[in-house]
């Protein structure tokens, strides 16, 4: 696409969407009992829906990288479009206005894994698969944690043994979100046992229909399996495929760790817990009146505000050219705060309505939210590491005591933890 500035790119986006997408309806003014009343964090996906919905999204996707408008910053060199960053926000606010399929498939994959790839993927990997992915040819995991390996993430035990000019990876993986859709996979295993746990791990791009990766489903709570295990045995994966230096691999996970951070806590703030929706609700049942009620209500749309503000600053950053750092873990722990005050509002109003199937509309359906809310305090870091993240990184408190940083990974019997 040839420089355009702000106006022109504008106009451009605005011409592709009114000929391939249509607008939303006009949103009707919210009243309690008529629509949907899904409130679900986690929902019980029908695997053939869910392969109806990806592909669906993926060929919007394509559409719109082949318009120019599927990597808008990225560098022209690899396929993208070379434009400001804050053009993506231009793009996100128009896109926005109309019915498309849901994106949420490339949320991990294009919000963390990319740009990881694109910090320290070597050239030849870049141009492969960066367009592929924005493109939504390939879809892609963050394959971290293990069962003995989450806050604390440097003491991960995956295997990776070098053979020539290819690696060969042995263990297993826990929680990966939408592995049995993914094509491709970063991974981040452990390249020499002898060093400090910190220093000998390497970070890698897997691809996960290689002979050797397994993919098992696990359910949550909510009844929805969104997430896998996921087992590695003798699973090769060529040199070039490496993400950065040899035994470098934390500083790749640190690169994708902040940008998680920076897209859950960006996100809409609350789930189906909308301040319209919530106040609805509270004058259905009568309760508007109950000062007790109205301060919980409030607490949430305080919450709200200050997460969208903290957001903004966190944007504007970005906007600026800076890459999310600690500070990115304040709007998750906010984000997470204002879905626990919405559970405990949800709660006290619907008492046992919240439990209980009666079919009356807008009730049950929060049992969803109120289950899937946990999952959102751990996965991307949990609240405590989160808080030890600010306390340490931001206010410049100490650093936990007893993390050892120095002794080799094999003598270690406990780990420390994920922000370390
Ligand atoms: C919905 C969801 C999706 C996920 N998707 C992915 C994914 O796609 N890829 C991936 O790799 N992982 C994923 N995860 C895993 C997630 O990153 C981990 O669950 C998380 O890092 C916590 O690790 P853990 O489960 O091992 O808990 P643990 O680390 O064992 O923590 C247990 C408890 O101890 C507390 N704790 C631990 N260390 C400290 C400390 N130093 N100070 C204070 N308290 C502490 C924790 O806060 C927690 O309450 C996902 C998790 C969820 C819930």
Redesign the pocket.
């Known amino acids: 696409m040839p420089e355009m500035n702000e106006e022109q790119f504008t106009t451009e986006a605005s011409v592709f969407l009114e000929a391939n997408a249509s607008r939303k309806a006009e949103q009707k003014a919210f009243v309690w009992g008529e629509g949907p009343d899904n409130a679900a964090l ?1 929902e019980e996906v029908d695997r053939e829906q869910e392969q109806l919905d990806l592909a669906a999204a993926k060929e919007w996707r394509a559409q719109k990288f082949d318009a120019g408008f599927g990597w808008i910053s990225g560098p022209t060199e690899f396929g993208g479009g070379g434009h400001p960053r804050r053009y993506e926000r231009i793009w996100a606010n128009l896109e926005s206005q109309f019915d498309v399929p849901d994106s949420g498939f490339f949320g ?1 994959g294009l919000g963390m894994v990319a740009p990881t790839i694109l910090a320290h993927g070597n050239p030849e990997v870049v141009a492969e698969l960066l367009p592929k992915m924005y493109r939504a040819d390939l879809v892609s ?13 440097a003491s991960l035990q995956m295997r990776a043994d070098r053979d020539g000019d290819e690696w060969i990876l042995n263990g297993q ?7 049995h859709y993914s094509d491709v996979g970063e991974v981040i295993a452990r390249s020499d046992f002898d060093l400090p746990k910190h220093q000998g791990l390497t970070g890698f791009v897997v691809d996960m229909h290689a002979p050797g990766v397994e993919v098992k489903p696990l359910r ?1 709570m909510t009844g929805g399996a ?2 896998n295990e996921v087992f590695f045995s003798d699973v090769r994966i060529p040199d070039s495929h490496r993400l950065g230096e040899v035994n470098q691999g934390w500083s790749v996970a640190l690169t994708t760790l902040m940008n ?1 951070r920076a897209s859950i806590g960006s996100g809409s703030g609350g789930g189906g817990g909308s301040y319209t929706k919530l106040s609805a609700m509270l004058r259905h049942f009568e309760l508007d009146n109950d000062s007790l009620s109205r301060q919980q209500l409030m607490n949430i749309f305080t919450y709200g505000k200050v997460l969208g503000w903290s957001n903004q600053r966190s944007l504007d950053a970005l906007k600026a050219g800076k890459t999310p750092g600690p500070e990115m873990s304040l709007s998750k722990m906010g984000l997470t705060r204002q879905m626990q005050a919405t559970c405990d509002f949800v709660s006290d109003v619907l008492e046992a309505r919240l439990v209980a199937d009666t079919g009356e509309w807008g009730t049950f359906s929060w049992a969803g939210f109120v289950l ?1 809310q ?12 989160m ?2 993240i600010v306390g340490e990184r931001v206010l410049g408190l100490p650093k ?1 005591p007893g993390i050892d940083t120095t002794s080799p990974f094999k003598e270690l019997k406990v780990g ?4 370390e």
């Open positions: 986690f991990i995991c963050q394959l971290f944690s293990e069962p003995g390996a989450g806050s604390d993430l993986k826990v929680w990966t979100s939408g592995a949550q969104n997430f998680e899937g946990p999952a959102m305090r751990i996965a991307g870091g949990s609240d405590e590491v808080r030890n936990e420390t933890q994920r922000n």
